[in-house]
């Protein structure tokens, strides 16, 4: 059974960790031994988020090691870009179309990078970088907040599963009342026929 | 089945499926999802208590009755039941008593990294650390037996990463024991449970001779375990540290302690009579290579790993790279430092929300020129600039006292004590009983957001809601500082500038001790929001003034400032600041 590591980063409020719920109950879904571990303590607060996720035979570290991430699953441009030391040769990298700006780019004290600068550093570091207007999916669908699953979406084209396996584990993880959007967000993001 | 859990979750079902009755809990991350499950479970009673003392005492009570009963609390929280936690290592109990003790090495979101094993030794208890959810589930019922096994609280220790990490754990289909069927009748024995020196003289050398016979115990019990492997090094590790060395060190032999006190002294001699070198890989406090060392076996440990921050694989695989113990090198390093120095990217460190009744209060402080003595709580982001609106922040309820021993000290700044609603329930009674009784002229603001908002909106005293959702008596703290005797005290809403800055200067002024109450419940709880003010482009001068309030919407361009509608919650605090006039309240 091969090893799968999963990194995702983003905003709090952004919903990384109901991501990271379905990302790691599909794996224990698919019969992976299956970790997870995420700083949360201060995310509401408008803080940095960051989700580990590791499927495997048998993983010991809830936490992905450096330079061992095969998928970064980024749901902000300039959150997605403080992980290159996570990547190796051929690590995907999805990375959502969206700014949040830090304080200190409000403030106008410091400059938000473009979106060129990120994605050199995600490809210097080995990346292979896949943009996706996840974000605008979502609004589209009536609430932005749905980004995360129109990116897991994307990224089911990439692990496998059955789309049931996914659409079972959506189910029992969203609420009754945003189900049958959150469903339809899954099968955007799945659309966009990521390779 | 099994199901994904995060050590939280397991820790609640652990204590619900061996039949625990009585919770008891003060909110403090990592801990607080504890008792938030515990609590939900059916026929179990669940408290918030006001403090972390108090919960513990609740928790003895409930065991003295033979119940069992489960105490959860952040890593400082124990500090603050440090005293009922050493009596009732005297006394001992009827019932299981397992106190749960979250550390947060790293401190994600602490003041310190104590690390807790300390108090095992220290109050002379055992202390069991799972190493994922299953063990967290599987220790709860072993801590409980062991308790009542050997008549004494058993302390289980988590850490961020087992706490808010997320593992399978096998869900159970036997339901949990059955609630005695009568009200059983309390047990008398003052001598056991009366500590006056007489009786607590004869329970010490008791103690004593229990932590020799848990030593004893330590020596067979399957959670301290060696897993053999190749002999050149033996790992002794535990907790979420086990997991990480096993990833950096997969071929060598281990000694898995699930039991952290006491140490099992013949195991210990004959695992390092295994192997060739000994490595002890632990965070924060050398806890066991000291214990190891006097044992009289040689190990490495902290002159390879830290004693400082959180591990992770990747720190673990370094240094013992560089201490030549393996020779797979670290990879990611060189390019993270690549990368570092080819962008500097800008930081994004938590703030107050959009919306935050806390920013205005910060804005008068700031602007009153007053030094500002603060508390815990979601508050103390008001330190940070462009607010920096206070001047210390040490431990939950410090800032009464503080405030207080710098009027004694005499300075020439006003003083500005500045503590939530939860935290005044907490433990800022007594300080402010203090101030009254020895003649402060500190001036008290309580910044009252209605809830336990840092920690994901726990209820609280004053709420009028227990854990488990039943309505009772809210309890106001405007009374509570009146029946005190306080004279002059205020209640004001932050989000009206002027009215709080001119109450604040009036009691800066006042010359005796006062308090004011800033009021202004949550916004991400009550989910109160109104439509966003507008910038007139013509009337903006772009002078950066709403700026300095440190709201996210708030947005500098090139001609003039602009909001962002979706992030912003409407507050109005940018409207009266402006000297422009050029944002329009809508």
Known sequence: MKKVDILMAGVGGQGTILASNILAEVGLELGYDVKKSEVHGMAQRGGTVESHVRWGEKVYAPL???????????????????????????????????????????????KYPSEQEIEALLKGAGGRVIWIEGTGIAGELGNPAMVGVVLLGALSNLLGGEEETWLKVIQRLVPEKFLELNKKAFLSGKALQVA | MKKMMTGNEAVAYGAYLNGVRVGAAYPGTPSTEIMDNFSRYPGVYAEWAPNEKVALDVGIGAAYTGARALVSMKHVGINVAADSLFYSVYTGLKGGLVLVS?????MHSS????????????????????????????????????????????????????SHSSTPVEISNEEPPAAPPEPPLYERDAVKFVMVPANARRRHPIVEERIKKLAEYAENTPINRIEPGDDTIGIIAAGSVYQYAREVFPEATFLKLGMVYPLPAKLLHQFASQVKTVVVIEELDPFFEDQIRL??????????????GEFSPALIRERSVSAGLISTPAAGAEVAAAAATATELPIRPPILCPGCGHRGMFHVFRESGALVLGDIGCYTLGYAPPLSGMHTSGCMGA?????????????????????GDSTFFHSGIHPLIDALYNESTVTVVIADNSVTAMTGHQQHPGTGITLQKKNTRAINPEQVVRSLGFEKVDICDPYDLNGLAQTLEDHLESGKPSVIIARRPCVLYTKAKSAAPQIDPELCVNCGTCLELGCSPLMQKEDCVTIDPVLCNGCGLCVQVCPAGAIIKQ
């Open chain 2, 399 to 419: 800032s009464i006292g503080v405030a207080h021993g710098i009027d004694k000290a005499v300075v020439k700044d006003r003083t500005i004590a500045v503590i």
């Open chain 2, 111 to 162: 003041q310190n990294e104590q690390d807790n094993r300390n108090y095992a030794k220290f109050a002379k208890l055992p202390m069991l650390e799972p190493s994922d959810s299953e063990e967290a589930k599987q220790f709860m019922g072993i801590a409980l037996e062991m308790s009542e096994t050997f008549d004494t609280p058993v302390m289980l220790r988590t850490v961020t990463r087992i």
């Open chain 2, 102 to 106: 979250s550390d947060d090495p790293g």
């Open chain 2, 295 to 308: 044992m009289g076996i040689e190990t490495r440990g902290k002159d390879i790993f830290p004693i400082i």
């Open chain 1, 64 to 110: 992905v090691e450096q330079g061992h991430a095969d998928y970064l699953i980024g749901f902000e441009m300039l959150e997605t870009a403080r992980w290159p030391g996570y990547l190796k040769e051929g690590t995907v990298v999805i990375i959502n179309r969206y700014r949040i700006p830090p304080p200190a780019v409000n403030l106008g004290k410091a």
